[in-house]
C-alpha cells in the first residue's frame, strides 16, 4: 500500500480511468511485462460497463466498419480497428467461457449480465498483475518539457507517482453521476492538444411543450421509422416519451442533429406512401383516411399525426393533389426539437481530444513523448450498437503493445 504523500515508484505505466479502454490497456501492457498502475477516481471501476446494454453489455458488433464511426479525421480510426477486430474480442469472450447472443445488426450482448464482461477484464489484469486504485484524486500531472527523458510527476492522493508513460483513458462527459469528468480534455489542452467541441450523442430528444400537446398520450408508444439529418438515416425503432422522442432511431440521429435543425421522420418507411394511398383511395374509396393509416400505425399516433394539419375523411374525397401532399407530410415529416437530454443521459459524447496530433498507430501524443490518449476521450464517437466498445478495446489494445 502507499501512503498519501508517499514517491511511488518502479511502475512503469500509469492508466488514468479504469473503464473499458483503461483496463484493457493495462491488461495488454501487463502481458508484455510492464508494470502497471491503473488509478480511478470512482468508487468502483468499469461503471459504464455495468451500466451498458441494459445490464447486459453490448460489447461489440461483428459488423463494425469505420463508417460507424464520427470524427473530425475519418481516417483515424482505421488502423486500430483492424488490427483488434470484434472477432478479437470474440475470441476473449469464449475463451473466458462468456455467454452471449445476437440481438440484431451484428450486436452481441451477454446472455447474462455485464458483470462477466467486467469480471473478464479484471481477471486479464489480475494474472499480470496490474495494480488497480480506486477512490484516488488526481491533482496534477506535470513533466519537463525541456527534456524529453524526465517523467512525468503525478499528484495523487495514493501519492506522488514518478512514471515514463501516462495513458490517459478518462472517457466522455456523460453520465456525470458515474464518474465522468473533464480530466482527460484539460490534461490534453495542457500538453497543447486541441479539444473538438463537445457534445451530448446517443441521446434522447426533448420537445416544446406545443409540440408535446401534440403527441399527447403517445409516451411508451414504439414506431418503426427512418429518421433523417444532415444527410444520414437511420431505420429503427423509436419510442415516445414525456419529454420526447427516444429508441434506437432517435439516439443515433442525435449523433448528428445540432439545435435549430428539424429532424426528418418517414412514418411508413416499409411501403411507398403515395403508391399506398392511390391503392387504398381505388380499393376502399368510402373508407376514412384514418382507418387505411391504422393499418400500418398505431391508431394513436394516426390521431396525433392527423391533429398536425390533416383532415380526416373518406379516401374518395381527396384530390390527387390532396394524396400526394398527405403521402409527402407522411414520409417526409419535419419537426425541430427543442434539444436533447444532455449529458445526464447520453450514452456518449461526441468531440474530444482532436486526433491531430495523435498517432492512429500508438495512441502516442506527437506533443508530448510517453503521453497517450485512449477511448472515449479521443474525438471518436461510434453509434449505437456495440461500436463505442470495439473502439475502446481498439484503442486500448494499440497502446498496451507500445507503452
Ligand atoms: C448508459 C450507457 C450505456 C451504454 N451502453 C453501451 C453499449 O451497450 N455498447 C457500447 O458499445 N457502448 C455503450 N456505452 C458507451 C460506453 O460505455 C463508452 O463509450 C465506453 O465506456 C468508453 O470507454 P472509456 O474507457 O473510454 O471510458 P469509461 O468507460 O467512461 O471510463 C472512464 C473512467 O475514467 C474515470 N475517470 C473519469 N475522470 C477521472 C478523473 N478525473 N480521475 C480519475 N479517473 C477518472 C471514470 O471513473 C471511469 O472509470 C454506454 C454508455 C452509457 C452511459
Known amino acids: 500500500m502507499v501512503d498519501r504523500g508517499a514517491l511511488v515508484m518502479g511502475i512503469d505505466v500509469v492508466v488514468i480511468g479504469a ?42 458488433n461483428t459488423v463494425t466498419d469505420p463508417d460507424d464511426f464520427v470524427s473530425e479525421n475519418a481516417h483515424f480510426c482505421k488502423s486500430a480497428l483492424s488490427r483488434y477486430t470484434p472477432w478479437d474480442f470474440i475470441d476473449l469472450v469464449e475463451r473466458h467461457g462468456i ?7 451484428g450486436q452481441l450482448f451477454c446472455d447474462n449480465s455485464s458483470k462477466d464482461i467486467l469480471g473478464m477484464l479484471l481477471t486479464e489484469c489480475e494474472r499480470v498483475d496490474v495494480e488497480i486504485k480506486t477512490h484516488c484524486k488526481i491533482t496534477s500531472i506535470t513533466k519537463s518539457l525541456t527534456d524529453p527523458d524526465a517523467p512525468f510527476v503525478i499528484n495523487s492522493s495514493s501519492g506522488v507517482i514518478e512514471v515514463k508513460k501516462v495513458v490517459i483513458a478518462t472517457g466522455g462527459l456523460s453520465i456525470p453521476t458515474m464518474g ?8 490534453a489542452e495542457q500538453f497543447g492538444h486541441e479539444i473538438v467541441a463537445t457534445e451530448a450523442a446517443l441521446v434522447p430528444f426533448t420537445l416544446s411543450k406545443e409540440q408535446l400537446q401534440a403527441f399527447d398520450g403517445l409516451s411508451g408508444v414504439s414506431a418503426n421509422v427512418v429518421v433523417s439529418c444532415e444527410n444520414q438515416s437511420f431505420r429503427e425503432a423509436m419510442l415516445f416519451t414525456h419529454r420526447g422522442f427516444s429508441g434506437p432511431a432517435m439516439l443515433q440521429i442525435s449523433t448528428y442533429w445540432k439545435p ?8 411508413l418507411p416499409d411501403i411507398d406512401a403515395l403508391v399506398y394511398l392511390q391503392e387504398q383511395q381505388e380499393a376502399k374509396p368510402n373508407t376514412e383516411l384514418k382507418t387505411i393509416l391504422s393499418e ?75 503521453l497517450f490518449f485512449i477511448g472515449e476521450v479521443v474525438d471518436v464517437t461510434g453509434h449505437l450498437g456495440g461500436f463505442n466498445f470495439q473502439w475502446a478495446w481498439a484503442s486500448g489494445v494499440a497502446a498496451g503493445q507500445v507503452v
Not at 435549430?260 to 412514418?267: H, L, Q, S
Not at 394539419?309 to 379516401?315: D, F, L, R
Request: hydrophobic content about 35%; charged content about 20%; overall charge positive.
Open 19 to 60: 473503464g473499458a479502454a483503461g483496463l484493457m490497456c493495462a491488461a495488454i501492457a501487463g502481458k508484455r511485462g510492464r508494470r502497471v498502475l491503473v488509478l480511478d477516481h470512482a468508487n468502483k471501476v468499469g461503471k459504464k460497463i455495468l451500466m451498458s446494454g441494459g445490464g447486459r453489455c453490448n460489447f461489440t
Open 99 to 105: 455467454a452471449y447472443h445476437e440481438k440484431k445488426l
Open 180 to 187: 465522468a469528468t473533464g480530466f482527460g480534455y484539460q490534461i
Open 260 to 267: 435549430g435543425k428539424n429532424i426528418t421522420i418517414n412514418w
Open 296 to 370: 400500418h400505425l398505431s391508431k394513436r399516433l394516426v390521431l396525433s399525426l392527423m391533429g398536425g394539419g390533416i383532415e380526416n375523411k373518406s379516401m374518395r374525397q381527396y384530390t390527387i393533389q390532396q394524396i400526394e401532399a398527405i403521402a409527402q407530410k407522411l414520409s417526409c415529416w419535419e419537426i425541430m426539437p427543442a434539444g436533447t437530454e444532455g449529458y445526464r443521459t447520453a450514452e456518449v459524447t461526441i468531440g474530444g481530444v482532436s486526433t491531430n496530433k495523435i498517432s492512429s498507430k500508438t495512441f502516442e501524443s506527437q506533443n508530448v513523448s510517453g
